[in-house]
């Protein structure tokens, strides 16, 4: 990877450890990440209190225009919400299912930063059928 590229895929991993951490100290129990189907992904699967969590994560070094929870639109909704039920039937889960976003902004000096902002939002988006 070079350059830009290799930054934002460094600030996107950095982003899903911590999001996994804070998820573990919250008391959920992290099933898998970054699990694939096709060209689908899920950051983070986990389970808390007989339901499943599907966590998508988003990391930026800095706000410019939008935060970033609101980069995830409604065809990223529909990927997350596809990979899900595929995870779903692999597994035979038939727990209720949760659909949270854990967004992060790195402070000045990126991802090396210990002054970040996460922000958990539980239930960000439903699942259609």
């Known amino acids: 990877m070079k350059g830009r590229k290799r930054d934002t895929w460094q600030t996107g991993r950095k982003g899903e450890i911590l999001a996994g951490n804070f998820l573990k100290r919250k008391g959920f129990?992290?099933?898998?990440?970054?699990?694939?189907?096709?060209h689908k992904e899920l950051d983070i699967v986990a389970d808390k209190a007989d339901?499943?969590?599907?966590?998508?994560?988003?990391?930026?070094s800095r706000i410019d225009v939008v935060s970033p929870e609101q980069t995830i639109d409604?065809?990223?909704q529909q990927m997350v919400m596809a990979a899900a039920r595929n995870y779903m039937a692999r597994y035979h889960i038939r727990?209720?299912?949760?659909?949270?976003?854990?967004a992060?902004?790195?402070?000045?000096?990126?991802?090396?930063?210990?002054?970040?902002?996460?922000?958990?939002?539980?239930?960000?988006f439903t699942l259609l059928l």
């Open 29 to 38: 129990r992290i099933l898998h990440t970054n699990w694939r189907t096709g």
């Open 51 to 60: 339901k499943i969590h599907f966590i998508e994560v988003r990391s930026r």
């Open 74 to 76: 409604r065809i990223k």
């Open 95 to 102: 727990a209720e299912a949760q659909f949270d976003v854990i």
């Open 104 to 124: 992060i902004v790195f402070g000045p000096a990126g991802t090396d930063d210990p002054n970040y902002e996460l922000k958990y939002i539980p239930n960000a």
